[in-house]
T-cell receptor, first 113, second 113 residues
């Protein structure tokens, strides 16, 4: 079945460590790609999005993501995490010829001081 | 700009009872989504409206779930009768355009006992 996969279910890091969260999708054609974040007790918020153009996308709070079409991937990165980055991160895709926003299973990130 | 409003925030019901959730999207947003998020999983799309018309309800369990969007603005999601497996957070989101960034409400946490 076509889907969005996030392989890291739970990531634990120390402050200042680098972060990379994987996201792969299985849809061919042109897709819209998103990363959402859910901080404890808060609603889902958009971190960044990719529709077209430069495949390296910069988002809020120092996050960035790279779209690699040949690998069907849209990995999220941050060079140096902070304790305040502790949250759940969701990759989401709008497949071709639809406008359904499909989410991955999420990655729980814990950052320790 | 006011965000997506949802009520109630929490609801506990017994199995076989009915329950309704309400969502008020951001003003002017034509697209409205309802998602179900079970603990430890990513949000699962239940139904998508464009104005007051249904765009997709392929994952809505229609024997017990129903949704409507009155006059293309507010929306209600109903479960009747509820089952234990319906325990989840129900998220409402809205978007200005089909395929664009979605803005989420705080969600309604439903516990069925």
């Amino acid at each position: 079945a076509q889907s969005v996969s996030q392989h890291n279910h739970h990531v634990i890091l120390s402050e200042a460590a680098s972060l990379e969260l994987g996201c792969n999708y299985s849809y061919g054609g042109t897709v819209n790609l998103f990363w959402y974040v859910q901080y404890p007790g808060q609603h889902l918020q958009l971190l960044l999005k990719y529709f077209s153009g430069d495949p390296l996308v910069k988002g809020i709070k120092g996050f960035e993501a790279e779209f690699i079409k040949s690998k069907f991937s849209f990995n999220l990165r941050k060079p140096s995490v902070q304790w305040s980055d502790t949250a759940e991160y969701f990759c989401a895709v709008i497949p071709p010829n639809t406008d359904k926003l499909i989410f991955g299973t999420g990655t729980r990130l814990q950052v320790f001081p | 700009e006011a965000g997506v409003a949802q009520s109630p925030r929490y609801k506990i019901i017994e199995k076989r009872q009915s329950v309704a959730f309400w969502c008020n999207p951001i003003s002017g947003h034509a697209t409205l989504y309802w998602y179900q998020q079970i603990l430890g999983q990513g949000p699962k799309l239940l139904i998508q409206f464009q104005n007051n018309g249904v765009v997709d309800d392929s994952q809505l369990p229609k024997d017990r779930f129903s949704a409507e969007r009155l006059k293309g603005v507010d929306s209600t999601l109903k479960i009747q009768p509820a089952k234990l497996e319906d325990s989840a957070v129900y998220l409402c989101a809205s978007s200005t355009t089909r395929g664009g960034e979605a803005f989420f409400g705080q969600g309604t946490r439903l516990t069925v006992v």
